[in-house]
């Protein structure tokens, strides 16, 4: 795991009701000598208010009745505005409120927001990543057994734990603080991403000691970005924090040649993770990102016969990977498919324990087994995306890290309207929330394509 984004300032966007986004100043570089030390916030026990940073773009604002789907689980926003009756929308539609269907001029997201293709997929990643993030936070350090004990038919709803239901970990925390360094450098800069992980940092969340000790050092100047991953490991830390949050960075040059996005790869990690399988998970994490979110873009924008496999994603992503060791659970992948689809589903739970034992050791704390956990559940619910989530959670440990992967994932291949209601309406929602990241999301689709 990894960090997050906070601030006290008090902001008249929490009396408006609105998602406050403004110009800031980006203040001092991190890990130089000097460096001002109001460029990391440090906070301990109960979480509080979070106040929004972000540079300046144009803004895409929500009013907080634009953030409840409908109460017919079709996925579509609701409307603001209230009935005859005095009562607020909470139906996208009145067919959908009968139950008679959608009505001619209800569109897939309501009121239109978040409706063309590449917003809805950028969208749908940061939202499926922030709700398996949080459900997953409930069970973190669980066994597959204590999951399965506790939750027999699985873990499908936030729940209280260590954080409350709804709350996000320091996963997503370190997704909006690489997003927002993207934003205001319209590329992967190594600098700008290391001043925003510690800008934005709550040690609440989930950090591990190790990275809270880091990001302190980085922000008073006592380390410096360029070589601060080795300051405690000779070769770095082998985890899966790159991975869990490099997806902006696979969404963003997702059109760029295979080189210049895993140098993106390796600037947004450099003050985090080098180690070469740490860094090869968040290779591929990236690249699946990429080519999943092509693929989607072209196929809504109308061309409906393009498409890939399971099979045919884990083809393309061995170009991208690395180490022998990433290749070998890719192709492993690829097998458990193959047999899959022989038709022998007496044996699939066999094949599956299988399978889980030749991509992954029992903590998936290497950022190559995560990764490849998160692609099976992927590839084995690959039209079903909320199966698709509960599986990666149910395999226990890194709980919060598999459902942010495959949450990103899943969110690259179907958008958002799928994300169930009970989800989305519990997901924190504070100023660096719901709403918020979806904002964040939005506007990552109006960076031209790096060069």
């Not at 239109?112 to 749908?124: Q, R």
């Not at 603080?177 to 940092?201: G, M, N, P």
């Not at 895993?262 to 080519?291: F, N």
Request: charged share 20%.
């Amino acid at each position: 795991s990894d960090p997050s984004l906070t601030d006290n300032s008090p902001s008249s966007a929490q009396e408006s009701g609105y998602v406050n986004i403004r110009e800031i100043s980006v203040g001092s570089p991190v890990g130089l000598q000097g460096a001002a030390p109001s460029t990391s916030i440090f906070s301990q026990g109960l979480p509080r208010q979070e106040h929004a940073f972000t540079p300046s773009l144009q803004p895409v604002v929500l009013h907080p009745q634009q953030s409840h789907l409908c109460r017919s689980g079709c996925g579509r926003p609701v409307r603001p505005g209230i009935d005859r009756h005095g009562n607020a929308f909470t139906a996208c539609c009145r067919g959908c409120a009968i139950g008679q269907g959608h009505e001619p001029g209800c569109c897939p997201s309501g009121s239109g927001l978040y409706e063309d293709p590449e917003t809805s997929t950028a969208v749908g990643i940061f939202l499926a990543s922030a709700c398996g993030d949080a459900l997953g936070a409930a069970v973190i350090g669980f066994t597959e057994n204590q999951i399965k004990e506790s939750f027999p038919r699985g873990l499908t709803q936030f729940r209280d734990a260590r954080l409350p239901k709804g709350m996000y970990t320091d996963c997503t925390q370190l997704t909006v603080a690489l997003a927002l360094s993207l934003l205001e450098c319209q590329q992967s800069d190594a600098q700008r991403a290391t001043h925003w992980y510690c800008k934005i940092f709550d040690s609440w969340r989930g950090y591990s000691k190790h990275i809270v000790e880091l990001l302190r050092r980085l922000s008073t100047g006592e380390l410096h970005y360029s070589h601060s991953a080795r300051w405690s490991l000779p070769e770095g830390s082998h985890g899966n924090g790159g991975a869990v949050r490099i997806w902006p960075v696979g969404f963003v040059y997702r059109y760029c040649q295979v080189e210049l996005l895993k140098e993106a790869v390796r600037s947004a990690l450099l003050c985090t993770h080098v180690h070469p399988l740490a860094v090869d998970g968040a290779y591929v994490q990236a690249a699946a990102i990429a080519i999943l979110s092509r693929t989607r873009i072209r196929s809504e924008g109308g061309d409906s016969d393009f498409d890939l496999t399971p099979w045919e994603l884990m083809e393309k992503l061995k170009d991208f990977a690395e180490t022998d060791e990433m290749l070998e659970k890719l192709s492993a992948i690829q097998h458990g498919l193959e047999q899959l689809q022989s038709g022998d589903m007496q044996q699939e739970q066999e094949l599956c324990r299988q399978l889980r034992a030749q991509i992954s050791e029992p903590f998936q704390i290497k950022g190559t087994e995560a990764v490849a956990v998160a692609l099976w559940a992927l590839c084995r619910f690959w039209e079903h995306p909320r199966e698709a989530v509960v599986a990666a959670v149910s395999f226990g440990m890194a709980t919060s890290a598999l459902g942010c992967l495959v949450g990103a994932l899943v969110g690259a291949r179907h958008g958002w309207s799928w994300i169930p209601v009970s989800w989305y309406n519990n997901l924190e929602n504070n100023m660096n929330g719901r709403d918020h990241i979806m904002n964040i999301a939005a506007r990552l689709t109006q960076i031209p394509s790096p060069q």
